[in-house]
């Protein structure tokens, strides 16, 4: 996967609560740890599929300096991170492009999830990815419930579930 094009676009929820989904920049560190602190150690578990009781300097680090092959976007209610989504590419097949998300607790069920997926899609479509892969918990129920409505085919690896995703007609993934 080559240097990713780096949207900026507005959405509106289902419930109308207007969010700005952009590229994080160096400014939003601060944003970033309260906005990871906020998810908690069961939903960053998830997100990270590692135990994380703490948000470590590492992965601010990691999210807010991405290499430049790799897409971090933020979901901004004003000023405030609301969710966050990760495209990056794959180690050995550039035909491939890994996806990881999150989205706060008190804005879930509207749509912000699957808008954050669909960008990203998008914009692995219009990278040449052809198979985007998210790996998740057995029992994340509602990542995989996201997926597989996208139409993601879902398998059991390593005691994960892996979803891929076939890139990526528009109208399939528009927000
Ligand atoms: C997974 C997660 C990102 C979903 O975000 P969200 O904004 O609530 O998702 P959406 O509102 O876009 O939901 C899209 C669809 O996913 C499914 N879904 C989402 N949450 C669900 C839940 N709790 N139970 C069942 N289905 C669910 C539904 O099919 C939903 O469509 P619908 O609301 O029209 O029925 C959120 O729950 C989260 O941050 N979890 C913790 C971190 C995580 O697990 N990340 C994924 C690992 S890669």
């Not at 509106?12 to 160096?26: F, K």
């Not at 996201?146 to 927000?175: N, T, W, Y």
């Amino acid at each position: 996967m080559g240097p990713v094009r780096k949207p900026t676009t507005t959405i509106e929820l289902r419930d109308g609560l207007t969010v700005v989904l952009r590229p994080i920049d160096d400014g939003d560190r601060q944003a970033l740890h309260a906005y990871l602190d906020g998810l908690g150690p069961m939903a960053r578990q998830r997100r990270f599929l590692q135990a994380l009781p703490h948000v470590p300097d590492r992965l601010l680090n990691m999210l807010t300096a991405p290499a430049a092959t790799t897409l971090v976007l933020v979901a901004m209610h004003g000023e405030e991170i609301i969710g966050e989504a990760i495209l990056g590419p794959d180690a050995h097949d550039p035909a491939v492009a890994h996806i990881g998300y999150s989205v706060a607790e008190r804005v879930r069920r509207r749509g912000l999830g699957r808008a954050m997926v669909g960008r990203l899609l998008e914009v692995a479509g219009d990278r040449g990815v052809s198979t985007v892969r998210a790996d998740m918990a057995a029992d994340n129920h509602p990542s995989a419930a996201l997926l597989s409505g996208l139409g993601a085919a879902m398998r059991f690896e390593d005691g994960l579930i892996v979803a891929e995703l076939e890139c990526c007609p528009r109208h399939l993934v528009a927000a």
